[in-house]
């Protein structure tokens, strides 16, 4: 009998070569080895191209995760050698996206892979030159050419990210307006040249945008009917969410976060057609004595169509008691997710000690609540009873994420580390102690 080897053989080169871009590179890649006929079939690949070294970056970043990569000018040289070595090897004449994640500078060779992109047509591009030096990552920054008759062939591009890269409000509008028809997704972070940006025009395909970290943006328009989502931080900014009727999902960041959360009133009509709000509300707690007061838990107008709640706070006590007022203002809620960026003494802060204490906190039904998410978790008297507290309010909670991981770890190389620590499986044992009160909930905890 045949094997489905021999049969897969038996098939043409191009249908081979089909079948091969449907896997990542680096799998496609190791097909060479299994004929001679194979070794090259890879050149052919069409599909996405991801070029990425997060182990290496995270050990330039924290050198006592022992990650065993070499210096960092070291490798940087490897790492453009070696997308250089593969965009060349490549005979297709299409390819589905480029994705280039690395702390480099070079700006030959990001010219020539931005002409890459534009020559294969890509149908999404992210370039990523973040800084392994945070501090750094305005200082010489590659800018995105300005020639704008260098952009005809990006009209199949649907999604552009660009990270510490430099790039004005003109080549961002250009692209958007005449270049890029059928663009459906813009991420632009830490560019040092972004000023300004207006994001408006008659045949605007956006429907998601992302804008952080852009320290120098003084002015923002938006007019965008066909937009969806939106996350921005950045300096406070007054434009307008009038012109965007179709957005559902909205995240806020850093200081503009803390802007929103002090005045949510007015902006009540955007809030409303909201399914999906994140926020942060770290920075409510510098200098803020009327937010220590607790004089916006009663200014906050009702969110009937918000599905997903998402706090980035602390445990300390105010903020967890501004989180349940957003739960109160949310009837449809469906989902609360609770990242701890941090666990203070919060018990030094206040003299209302823990949240049951608080005078804002009487017993609220809270109808619809069915998930509880929780990062960060350490095991505190705050996040025991702020699990209490949703348990016994919401009569229709069915589980409860905890997760002991910090939030700015998650989804890096450190957190497979922090995972093994005593600090970490501690908190996990807390996390099960809790769980263990309540059998008739489901928990989950990784």
């Not at 449907?22 to 001679?36: C, F, G, H, P, Y």
């Not at 990650?67 to 940087?76: A, F, H, Q, T, Y």
């Not at 000023?195 to 002015?219: E, I």
């Not at 921005?232 to 995240?251: E, K, M, Q, T, W």
Request: net charge neutral.
């Amino acid at each position: 009998m045949r094997s489905v080897g021999d049969h897969i053989n038996e098939l043409p080169d191009d249908i081979l070569v089909n079948i091969l871009s449907r896997l990542t590179m680096k799998e496609a890649v190791r097909t060479s080895i299994i004929s001679s006929r194979w070794r090259y079939l890879w050149r052919g690949f069409s599909g996405c191209l991801n070029f990425d070294d997060p182990f290496t970056m995270a050990n330039s970043k924290w050198p006592h995760l022992n990650l065993k990569s070499g210096p960092i000018n070291v490798e940087r040289h490897k790492f453009v050698s070696w997308v250089n070595q593969v965009l060349s090897s490549l005979e297709g004449h299409c390819t589905e996206g480029l994705r280039i994640c690395f702390d480099v500078f070079s700006n030959h060779d990001i010219d020539n892979w931005i002409k890459f992109a534009l020559e294969r047509r890509v149908r999404r591009l992210e370039l990523d030159f973040s800084r392994v030096v945070y501090n750094l990552r305005f200082v010489g920054q590659y800018t995105f050419p300005s020639h704008l008759d260098f952009y005809s062939s990006f009209r199949h591009l649907t999604d552009l990210s660009l990270t510490t890269v430099g790039i004005t409000g003109e080549v961002l509008e250009h692209l958007l307006c005449y270049c890029c028809p059928v663009l459906e997704v813009l991420n632009v972070a830490e560019s040092s040249s972004l000023t300004s940006l207006k994001v408006s025009g008659p045949s605007l395909k956006l429907k998601h945008l992302k804008l952080n970290t852009l320290d120098n943006l003084k002015d923002l328009q938006l007019h965008a009917p066909n937009l969806l989502s939106f996350e921005y931080s950045g300096p406070i900014l007054p434009f307008s969410f009038r012109n965007v009727p179709n957005l559902v999902d909205a995240s806020f960041w850093g200081c503009f976060s803390a802007y929103i959360a002090k005045n949510l009133c007015q902006h009540s009509i955007f809030l409303v057609q909201l399914r999906t709000l994140k926020l942060d509300t770290c920075h409510l707690l510098i200098g803020d004595s009327e937010y220590r007061a607790g004089r916006y838990l009663h200014d906050i107008p009702e969110m009937c169509n918000l599905k997903h709640l998402e706090i980035i706070g602390t445990p300390e006590v105010n903020d967890l008691i501004f989180c349940i007022a957003l739960l109160k203002a949310a009837p449809s809620l469906y989902k609360f997710s609770l990242k701890l960026v941090s666990q203070y003494d919060y018990e030094s802060y206040e003299s209302v000690k823990t949240i049951k204490d608080h005078p804002y906190l009487s017993f609220t039904e809270l109808r619809s609540i069915r998930v509880v998410e929780l990062l960060g978790f350490v095991g505190h008297t705050a996040d025991f009873e702020l699990v209490m507290y949703l348990i016994f309010s919401a009569k229709l909670l069915e589980k409860i994420i905890i997760d002991p991981c910090p939030t700015w770890r998650v989804g890096t190389p450190a957190e497979l580390i922090w995972r093994e620590t005593a600090e970490y499986q501690s908190a996990r044992r807390r996390a099960f102690e809790l769980a263990s009160k309540f059998p008739l909930w489901e928990f989950v905890i990784p």
